[in-house]
């Protein structure tokens, strides 16, 4: 896969939704494409939460305990704390401000992030999921980091229909073969966990090709 500048002006934001069906990079695809806006969320459903917070809940729909945390102030959440001001492997659903970028990891202190590609996600704001599946009561060590999307160009990678969650990536400009993928914590095609919708920036183009090169 290939992230780099539309060499065409003026064109909308796109929604990508992949269909993948053989194991090479991305394989046969089935592409559904929509033009959106510059206000852009991921999801479809309204981050209504502050443009520099994220806020984790311990059920699903935005029930339960939550924690609010902030990009630029508490932003680094590990194990012992979330066991004590919200839980330790219970987060079922959360909202990402647009100013955002989250790290969401299986262990404390993200052990494994680098060896696994399961063991950790990345997601951009705006972004607000109501059930989280696979990663259900999974999140370990939650990080933030400050997020400005006219400066940091990333494509949002989904494992699940719908842009849900699932696993996550994010993919900046430049080229990404099969190793690659797995560094961004998405799996090889065929396989549970690799990607089934992405989310391409205003301005940007996402280049897919049928193996590695």
């Known amino acids: 896969m290939k992230i780099q500048r539309n060499q065409r002006s003026g064109k909308k934001a796109i929604i990508a939704s992949l269909s993948i069906a053989v194991a090479a990079i991305f394989g046969y695809l089935a592409l559904n494409y929509q033009a959106s806006d510059d206000s852009l969320v991921l999801a479809g459903i309204q981050a209504d939460c502050g443009p520099d917070e994220a806020i984790f809940f311990s059920d699903a729909y935005f029930y339960g305990k939550n924690l609010t945390m902030h990009a630029n102030g508490f932003n680094d959440a590990p194990a012992s704390f979330l066991s004590i001001f919200l839980c330790n492997d219970c ?13 969401l990891c299986q262990n404390t202190n993200c052990a494994g992030e680098d060896s696994r590609w399961d063991s950790a996600i990345d ?29 940091e160009i990333f494509v ?10 699932g696993h996550a990536g ?36 996402a280049i897919i090709y049928d193996k590695d090169y």
């Open 91 to 103: 987060i079922s659903s959360f909202k990402i401000g647009k100013n955002v970028r989250a790290r």
């Open 123 to 151: 997601i951009v704001g705006p972004y607000t999921v109501n059930q989280l599946e696979d990663i259900n009561d999974w999140i370990s060590h939650i990080k933030l980091f400050p997020y400005n999307p006219d400066e």
């Open 156 to 165: 949002q990678a989904f494992s699940l229909p719908e842009y849900g969650v």
């Open 170 to 205: 994010l993919f900046p400009l430049g080229n990404f073969s099969s190793p690659d993928i797995l560094k961004k914590h998405l799996n090889l095609p065929g396989n549970h966990g690799s990607i089934s919708g992405m989310v391409v920036p205003n301005g940007y183009v």
